[in-house]
């Protein structure tokens, strides 16, 4: 294989590096920690983290301590696209912050490979190399993520960035033109050359021919390949376009580049030679000769001795169907319709019913809200309520009642509407104090509460869900302050005290947001009892 191609090599880091790179990269973290800013995210990669950076997209890190060692596997971007017929694959690694996977298949391939690495047993490349592969195929099958999915998280312009770094790094070997990349896009060519200069600074030509110009730096200092030659491999038309590309990027030529990089390139080889062999040293020190294994302890289940207990089948009984922002589209809108004709679902879920693309609030300040998005929502929710009520469907709508708006009309003709159509609704009410609901939400509760009467004027049951967090809102005053506002209420048929938890501080972690709940445990189950005790007694 050429090192152009895949290779793996083992850097000692120390100080801080930037990176722009051209081929996919897998980091592999021996010894140490560095912290590293990738994707506008921030986070540690101690011994064992792996993460993956997308060709096309930059990293930056940081020696924390004594530094780090790491493993980095690259895959050139033409050898992607040939070694998995596609050039829009999304890889995701981050085992820093991801706990969806263990990542120990990548763990134990990476100890192989060092391993060989090490001690270099072999007389040919060929183990590292099927490593290597080994590595890719685990991506692969592991560690890509659906286009789809991948795309419903993201915003339009990310999005699009997202397709133009794949099909830049696909092609940089070729002519590259903005024109045809607008037309498979569907955008105009100005559109997609104002998105790609907001999100990097640089024009779309200027960023590609910078791309090709880091490329062709190695080929000038260790090749004997002509200009010419140098040129075509990295997707210029001819040398004399090669040469004006370089000056204005390097502010020299590439023969004089050629010329000051081969006289130091043979003490740079022998510099690289020592290091390599330091770095080997290293690692036989650390125990990396020879690779590891994940030991798993044997547990054994007697299934004689398990008491069996009946099975409750509701797969069918509620679909996730996502953001709600998502309800707004009209492809989301036929399958969520197809789905339920067909399955016959009685609860749909939506969240994030405050994000910025439905353009109901920014999130952190207070003041005019805008209703649209969410009114589009409601409208479609109210045809699929429709339909199953027409099939004897029994339809519930699970909502924090922030909607609620007695002023606006629109909004108000939308919601009774739904109501018209609902059997029940599950509300969430967070704090009782308007106040600490604020502090707690930066949203006051009145119009939950308002919702909340306006529900029991009209008759339409309703289950209260109050999340219990210890200092927060499980003070006894606040307990008796909501059972007594719920006991005025004829409507309530359930009261369910839901306990607070920290499932969701990777959330926060991973957007670099402050936990705002940072240090509180989960209630006591005597605390949680004493809560139900109390709201209890307003049905």
């Not at 790491?70 to 690694?93: P, R, V």
């Amino acid at each position: 294989m050429n090192e152009k191609t895949m290779y793996y090599a083992v850097h000692r880091f120390q100080g801080e590096e930037e990176h722009l790179e051209t081929a996919m990269k897998v980091l592999f973290v021996m010894d140490g920690t560095m912290r590293v800013r990738y994707q506008e995210e921030s986070f540690d990669l101690n011994r064992e983290d792996i993460l993956l950076v997308n060709p096309g997209l930059s990293w930056e890190a940081k020696a924390q301590g004594k530094g780090a060692l790491y493993g980095e596997a690259a895959f050139s971007a033409s050898f992607l696209a040939a070694a998995i017929h596609s050039s829009t694959m999304i890889f995701y690694c981050n085992s820093a912050v991801d706990d969806r996977h263990s990542y120990q298949d990548l763990r134990d391939l990476f100890y192989q490979l060092t391993a060989e690495y090490t001690a270099r047993t072999r007389s040919s490349d060929l183990l590292m190399d099927q490593l290597l592969l080994g590595i890719l195929d685990a991506l692969v099958e592991h560690y890509q993520l659906d286009p789809n999915q991948f795309t419903s998280a993201e915003s339009e312009g990310d999005c699009r960035m997202r397709e133009i770094m794949q099909y830049i790094v696909a092609h940089l070997d070729q002519e590259i033109s903005l024109s045809e990349l607008a037309e498979k896009m569907y955008v105009s060519t100005s559109t997609l050359s104002r998105i790609f200069k907001k999100s990097t600074g640089v024009y779309f030509a200027d960023y590609v021919m910078q791309l090709r110009v880091r490329m062709s730096l190695a080929q000038l200092a260790y090749s004997d390949e002509s200009l010419t030659q140098v040129a075509l491999s990295c997707g210029f038309a001819n040398s004399a376009t090669f040469s004006r590309a370089f000056r204005k990027c390097m502010n020299t030529t590439p023969s004089a580049y050629r010329e000051e990089h081969r006289q130091e390139a043979d003490r740079r080889r022998q510099e690289e030679a020592e290091k390599e062999c330091r770095i080997r040293e290293e690692l036989k020190d650390l125990g990396y000769e020879e690779p590891e294994h994940e030991t798993t302890d044997q547990l054994v289940l007697d299934l004689q001795k398990v008491q069996p207990a009946s099975l409750s089948k509701n797969w069918n009984q509620v679909i996730n169907v996502g953001a709600l922002f998502d309800l707004t589209r009209a492809n989301m809108q036929f399958h969520v319709v197809y789905l339920q004709e067909q399955l016959h679902f009685t609860y749909i879920r939506v969240w994030n019913v405050f994000a910025k693309r439905l353009l109901f609030t920014d999130g952190r300040n207070t003041g005019t809200f805008n209703y649209d998005l969410i009114d589009q929502a409601l409208d479609f929710l109210t045809e699929l309520f429709k339909k199953a009520k027409a099939r004897k469907i029994h339809t519930c709508l699970d909502t924090s009642g922030i909607c609620y708006n007695a002023d606006d009309k629109e909004s108000m003709a939308s919601i009774d509407k739904l109501l018209s159509f609902t059997d029940l609704i599950m509300l969430d009410i967070k704090h009782i104090d308007s106040t600490k609901h604020k502090e707690l939400t930066l949203h006051s509760n009145d119009n939950i509460l308002a919702f909340l009467e306006y529900l029991d004027k009209n008759n339409k049951s309703v289950w209260i869900r109050h999340v219990l967090i210890p200092g927060i809102t499980d003070k006894d005053e606040y307990l008796y302050q909501l059972r007594d506002f719920l006991s005025t209420l004829s409507n309530i048929e359930r009261i369910d005290v839901l306990p607070y938890h920290t499932m969701g501080i990777y959330k926060y972690e991973k957007l670099g947001i402050a936990y705002p709940l940072e240090g509180i445990d989960p209630p006591t189950s005597d605390r949680i009892a004493h809560a139900e005790a109390i709201l209890q007694e307003a049905l």
